[in-house]
């Protein structure tokens, strides 16, 4: 119910005090970015990346594990609209079913990631590339970001939803940047 009354009220601008909160999480959030980038830059490729049995390489593998990633993300946004009262979806499986499919897709992601930086690299050499290199890290961020804030108590209301809504936005920019744009190029295939 406290989600719901909070989730009404209109936003509160930005305290002093959750200012101040949100510096730790936000400069380790920039950090991991940071460092998964110039890892990626600095780190020759070795072009090897693990392949899984009935895809025809590492880079189908990649697509679909970012696709399968894409959809507990979508499940987790209506969870989480859920929770806020915002969708009229009640029940006591709505939040373990938030967090969940909030934990399988980041675990759908790790494999994704080790094969970008360590295969491939942070890679700049077009537009769409560089959107993706700069997509993944920064998505790894704000990830990193929102799971500390996680823990922060007294926080404004809007600071959760705007987090949780970045690494919505950043996922779907990474798929968009690499699945989709696998998928409109070379189709559907495994």
């Not at 880079?59 to 970012?66: D, G, H, P």
């Not at 790894?140 to 823990?151: A, N, R, S």
Request: with cysteine.
């Amino acid at each position: 119910m406290a989600a719901t009354a909070q989730a009404s009220a209109p936003p509160s601008p930005a305290s002093a005090g959750t200012v101040t909160k949100l510096i730790v999480p936000l400069a380790i959030g920039a950090g991991v970015a940071v460092v998964l980038g110039v890892y990626g830059k600095v780190h020759t490729p070795t072009g090897i990346a693990v392949s899984v049995a009935g895809f025809s390489g590492p880079l189908t593998v990649k697509v679909w594990l970012a696709t399968l990633a894409i959809v507990f993300a979508v499940f987790q946004l209506v969870t989480a609209l859920a929770m806020w009262g915002r969708l009229p979806i009640r029940g006591s499986w709505v939040s373990p079913a938030h967090r969940w499919s909030g934990r399988i897709a980041f675990v759908l992601t790790i494999p994704v990631v080790v094969h970008c930086l360590y295969a491939l690299g942070f890679a700049d050499y077009s537009t769409r590339v560089l959107a993706h290199s700069l997509l993944g890290c920064l998505f790894f961020g704000v990830f990193t970001t929102k799971m500390l804030v996680l823990t922060k108590q007294g926080l404004a209301g809007w600071v959760l939803p705007l987090f949780g809504g970045l690494v919505f936005a950043t996922l779907v920019g990474v798929w968009a940047t690499s699945a989709l744009w696998f998928f409109s190029t070379s189709g559907f295939q495994f």
